[in-house]
């Protein structure tokens, strides 16, 4: 396996009990690996608890949400406008509930230019290691 560079973006975000109603403010970090050139690792900290939860959502999908309303079924975002900037609304639905968050749009955008340098969009394939993917499905079994 090639060693490799990772992109990581901490930036503040809101949780929402609506758009435009805040509940709290939360830390997002933003992870992307080019050994798993699809996913972007998606961890919110909340700052009472110290507790973290992580997703993992398509590079793609979160760019084709600064621009247009994507997604179905756990992960949806979509483009918001706030007072202050443009932002971007992810709503995220695991089996307990729902959370909608809002991001400022120029901080996510920065990080998906930053995973295009060390992955063009369209090169994925050609930086998974199916050997070792495959090796690791077998050793499974």
């Known amino acids: 396996m090639r060693p490799s560079k990772v992109a990581i973006t901490g930036l503040p975000v809101q949780l929402l009990l609506s758009p435009g109603a ?3 403010p939360l830390w997002m970090n933003l992870a992307y690996e080019p050994d798993d050139p699809y996913a972007v690792r998606v961890s919110f900290t ?3 608890t110290g507790q973290t939860v992580e997703w993992i959502m398509g ?3 979160l760019a ?3 621009t247009g309303p994507v997604g179905e079924g756990d992960v949806r975002i979509w483009p918001a406008r706030t007072a202050a900037c443009a932002a971007v ?3 995220l639905s695991p089996l307990t509930g729902t959370a909608l968050f809002e991001a400022p749009a120029a901080e996510v955008a920065a990080f998906l ?3 295009e340098m060390m992955v063009p969009s369209g090169t994925e394939s050609q930086h998974v290691d199916t050997d070792a993917l495959l090796t690791h499905l077998l050793a499974e079994g």
């Open 113 to 115: 230019r930053a995973t």
């Open 59 to 61: 590079r793609d999908l």
């Open 64 to 66: 084709a949400g600064l």
């Open 89 to 91: 609304h992810i709503r």
């Open 46 to 48: 909340y700052p009472d």
């Open 22 to 24: 805040v509940i709290m």
